[in-house]
């Protein structure tokens, strides 16, 4: 992934850490996992997930037992998970993550973000080609684990690239490889911080600094959307 994978790590970090409100967003990924696969972390592999992430973000264990139990309990939530494709300022692509109990809500706002941004809505499914689903796993990269010997045990599991960066440790597969990998690198003890399911651009477009000025304001108004999980571009 090289050095396009640095920029979209740069940028997740700087706007994830610009999101407000990063407990409820964490606690509806819980809920969603939870509400999908049942509510037990042994048994559904994409609350663990959700879990470890939250954990990472230093969300406290009773949020995270309140989340599980308001997803499974019979007062339980119901938040459903929708997306939204558009094009902003400059023709940048945007697919956009939510998770909701408000459905006309969701809409309304992130149709007005791109409204204001001179940019709208796309027909549904008309960016799904322009992005490739991955699995992607993050870890620091201890003493004793041989990235060599760890390609080749995670293999049979779905992989299809492992990376080191600054320490840290990427390893990513095909999105339906997510369980399997989760698995392996459980198995092999291996301490992921986070783990989530990536939209990485297929065909990225590179976009002055200027443009980009354009481009990110309108990203952080919509990853300020409290119904917002992720959003992803195909900035080069």
Known sequence: MGRA?????????????KMSKVFPKLAKA??????????EPEMNSKLRAAIQNA????MPK?????????????????????????????GVLVFIECATDNN???????????????GGFTPSGSLEFMFAR???????KAAEIDLEMLELELIDAGLEEIEEHDGQVYVTGDYTAF???????????????????????????????DQMVEIEKMLDKIEEDDDVQAVYTNIA
């Open 5 to 17: 994978f640095e920029y979209r790590r740069a940028a997740k970090e700087k706007r994830w850490d």
């Open 30 to 39: 819980i809920q969603m996992a939870a509400r999908e696969g049942g509510g």
């Open 55 to 58: 954990k990472a973000e230093n």
């Open 62 to 90: 009773d949020n995270i037992d309140n989340a599980i139990k308001r997803a499974i309990g019979k007062d339980a939530e119901a938040i459903d998970e929708v997306t939204f494709e558009g094009k902003g300022p400059h």
């Open 104 to 118: 006309n809500r969701t809409v309304a706002n992130i149709k007005s973000y791109f409204s204001k941004a001179g």
């Open 134 to 140: 991955k699995a992607v796993f993050e870890f620091e």
């Open 179 to 209: 369980g399997s990998l989760s698995s392996a690198l459980e198995d092999l003890d291996v301490a992921v911080n986070k783990s989530s399911l990536e939209r990485i651009p297929t065909t990225p477009v590179s976009f002055s600094e």
